[in-house]
């Protein structure tokens, strides 16, 4: 039987149900009950582990499932005798909207309990995001993949490093520090680049002088995937390398964290 990922679930919700997407009222009325009835099968077949929800955005999740169920099983609702029918129609159509946005944010693959649970970032979409790169860096490490490793691990470092800028210090402090350390650099600290993000950082004290260090190595490596550096360097992604941008981000979750 094919794997159901949350991901496929949200594209068959948008297929069916495009009003989801962006939470508009909707009457789902019986014109829709195969559909319904397929989302329903989808949610069942998504693996336990992949359902990485918590406190009231679970609750919500089962209650919208329920919700689903129930009405489908309505007399009311099947007969389309009664004047209470549209009722029930907005109401399923609220809960495939409430279960669109609780199954948005989730990752499509596992990510293993020994990986850093970064409970100190609330943003959930941003957490998993992260944790997932992180977990994979470690399976690409696993599996002598050091490109994809090196890549994975510099990719993480930098959206902490950007989470603990944006997080721990006012606009004013950012832009105070961009004038003075990265002259040139775009006001808004989503863009800036890897190299920024270690300088600010340790200018806010953010991260240690080892931290400093290490991440400037992962931030040299990490640019070895682009063909022209690689080659002009005569330098290519290795275990060493790997190692070395696995380290930098063990140190950046310590000391932010």
Not at 96 to 117: K, V
Request: proline share 4%.
């Amino acid at each position: 039987m094919p794997r159901v990922v949350p991901s496929q679930i949200v594209e068959f919700i948008d297929a069916e149900f495009s009003f989801a997407r962006t939470r508009q009222q909707y009457n789902v009325d019986i014109q829709f009950k195969g559909s319904v009835e397929a989302l329903l099968r989808l949610v069942d077949e998504l693996p336990s582990e992949l359902l990485l929800l918590e406190g009231a955005t679970y609750n919500r999740f089962v209650h919208s499932v329920s919700t689903m169920k129930s009405t489908l099983e309505l007399e009311i609702w099947n007969s389309r005798l009664s004047s209470m029918a549209p009722i029930f129609d907005r109401k399923l159509g609220d809960a495939i909207s409430d279960l669109r946005a609780c199954l948005e944010p989730l990752p499509d693959e596992q990510i293993p309990a020994a990986i850093a649970g970064l409970s100190f970032i609330t943003d959930v979409q941003l957490r998993n995001s992260i944790r997932g790169d992180i977990a994979f860096a470690n399976q690409a490490f696993s599996g002598g993949e050091w490109k994809a490793a090196t890549v994975l691990a510099g990719a993480a470092v930098e959206a902490l490093l950007l989470w603990a800028i944006t997080d721990k210090k006012a606009t004013s402090e950012r832009e105070s520090a961009r004038i003075r350390i990265i002259p040139g650099a775009p006001a808004d600290p989503n863009k800036w680049d890897l190299d920024g993000y270690i300088k600010v950082a340790r200018e806010f004290a953010l991260i240690e002088d080892e931290t400093t260090r290490q991440a400037a190595l992962a931030k040299d490596f990490r640019n070895l995937i682009h063909p022209g550096r690689s080659s002009r360097l005569s330098k290519i992604c290795d275990k060493g390398t790997a190692h070395s941008a696995l380290a930098a981000l063990e140190l950046v979750l310590r000391d932010i964290s």
